[in-house]
């Protein structure tokens, strides 16, 4: 059955630097989600993706992040200079259609220090 | 700011009895109500969506959607202790069709 991935797993960096999470959604959705969740806490909406350009964005997506549609497979959340409070699993989602069933992929753990 | 709540518990049954999650919404406009399952340190699994009010059967799993109360309830049937784990529900219905999660509900089966 296909299945969204994600790499890495885990990925540990230091306060300021870039990081870049990978996703590759199920090869027949058209909508893509990035969600994060600090530990403990529930699941937020960060951005929604489609026809190439970001559809909507919540108020946690500000300027030090961006999505990238690179090529025909990889959907990625770029974040440019890293806080503490970045540190959370951040889930990539895709779905065929804009009111279906959102299928999420296994997550990024993101640890900042 | 659209809300969905959901008791934290613990929920705690035992093997064979049935659990009760419950979750309530906000915005009235929400069209879609999915309920999902999150293991810890996984990412959340789709156990099964309701868009009609009403019941919808799945297995040992029923959804429950009552739009005029705007509450929405998943009942576990013959719960087993592999059935524990956070209960996750989710809300959508604006434009870009992002979902909208409660806290979730930690169940906990016993044997």
């Known amino acids: 059955e296909p299945e969204v991935t994600q790499t890495p797993s885990h990925q540990v960096t230091q306060m300021g630097q870039e990081v870049i999470l990978r996703c590759v959604p199920i090869s027949n959705h058209l909508y893509f989600y990035w969600y994060r969740q600090i530990l403990g806490q529930k699941v937020e909406f960060l951005v929604s993706f489609y026809n190439n350009e970001i559809s909507e964005k919540s108020e946690i997506f500000d300027d030090q992040f961006s999505v990238e549609r690179p090529d025909g497979s990889n959907f990625t959340l770029k974040i440019r200079s890293t806080k503490l409070e970045d540190s959370a699993m951040y889930f990539c989602?895709?779905?065929?259609?804009?009111?279906?069933?959102?299928?999420f992929g296994p997550g990024t753990r993101l640890l900042v220090l | 700011q659209k809300e969905v709540e959901q008791n934290s518990g613990p929920l705690s049954v035992p093997e064979g009895a049935i659990a009760s999650l419950n979750c309530t919404y906000s915005d009235r406009g929400s069209q879609s109500f999915f309920w999902y399952r999150q293991y810890s340190g996984k990412s959340p699994e789709l156990i099964m969506f309701?868009?009609?009010?009403g019941d919808k059967e799945d297995g040992r799993f029923t959804a429950q959607l009552n739009k005029a109360s705007q509450y929405v309830s998943l009942l576990i049937r013959d719960s087993q202790p592999s059935d524990s784990a956070t209960y996750l529900c989710?809300?959508?219905?604006?434009?870009?069709?992002?979902?909208?999660f409660g806290k979730g509900t930690l169940l906990t089966v016993n044997p």
């Open positions: 309701i868009y009609s009010n």
């Open positions: 989710a809300v959508n219905g604006g434009s870009n069709y992002k979902l909208t």
């Open positions: 989602a895709s779905t065929v259609t804009g009111g279906q069933t959102q299928y």
